[in-house]
T-cell receptor
Framework: DVKVTQSSRYLVKRTGEKVFLECVQD?????MFWYRQDPGLGLRLIYF???????EKGDIPEGYSVSREKKERFSLILESASTNQTSMYLC?????????????FGPGTRLTVL | DAKTTQPNSMESNEEEPVHLPCNHS???????IHWYRQLPSQGPEYVIH???SNVNNRMASLAIAEDRKSSTLILHRATLRDAAVYYC????????????????FGQGTILTVHP
């Protein structure tokens, strides 16, 4: 079974802190994604990566950056956390990225910024 | 990804079939129809997908209208563990024939299953 793991289920940080969210997949998938999920807004794509060291902005990249130094690992970075970044963060991966491909999600990290 | 329309919520009784509808009137010929669900406090999980023909797997069935402008996810015998938000998503090819796997989630249908 494909496994996507995220470094923390729950995280509490203070405004202005630098925050790292880590995601690891074990299926040699090419593409990895970071979404955030908020009540009433659904899931929104922040960034994605289609290869090592390659990244593309999603729909809401402001305030975030990403890093993909190894194929299996995709990190989301909040350079200076703010309260409006309190959210559920979901990582996902998919093998090829075709329209028939299946996307696999991690369990999520619920981040609270105080 | 193109837009889909789903009811906000539906209810079912345990062990009864559930039919979750989805309208996608602007679907194009190469768009795949995907269904994902999200159980409470978990990430979304894949349920099923199809292009033109009806599809079955161990979780559910997908019935696609002949004109492809609508589809129905069928849970044959709902259990309490099927209570979740169900998302119907159209996968549209991007540049070069790939969308890199991006998914655009709508609000989905909240399914409540009563014992």
């Amino acid at each position: 079974d494909v496994k996507v793991t995220q470094s923390s289920r729950y995280l509490v940080k203070r405004t202005g802190e630098k925050v790292f969210l880590e995601c690891v997949q074990d299926m040699d998938h090419e593409n990895m994604f970071w979404y955030r999920q908020d009540p009433g807004l659904g899931l929104r794509l922040i960034y994605f990566s289609y290869d090592v060291k390659m990244k593309e902005k999603g729909d809401i990249p402001e305030g975030y950056s990403v890093s993909r130094e190894k194929k299996e690992r995709f990190s989301l970075i909040l350079e200076s956390a703010s309260t409006n970044q309190t959210s559920m963060y979901l990582c996902a991966s998919t093998l090829l990225g075709t329209t028939a491909d299946t996307q696999y999600f991690g369990p999520g990290t619920r981040l609270t910024v105080l | 990804d193109a837009k889909t329309t789903q009811p906000n919520s539906m209810e079912s009784n345990e062990e009864e079939p559930v039919h979750l509808p989805c309208n996608h009137s602007t679907i194009s010929g190469t768009d795949y129809i995907h269904w994902y669900r999200q159980l409470p406090s978990q990430g979304p999980e894949y349920v099923i997908h199809g292009l033109t023909s009806n599809v079955n797997n161990r979780m559910a069935s997908l019935a696609i209208a002949e004109d492809r402008k609508s589809s129905t996810l069928i849970l044959h015998r709902a259990t309490l563990r099927d209570a979740a938000v169900y998302y119907c998503i159209l996968r549209v090819p991007g540049a070069g024939g790939t969308s890199y796997g991006k998914l655009t989630f709508g609000q989905g249908t909240i399914l409540t299953v009563h014992p």
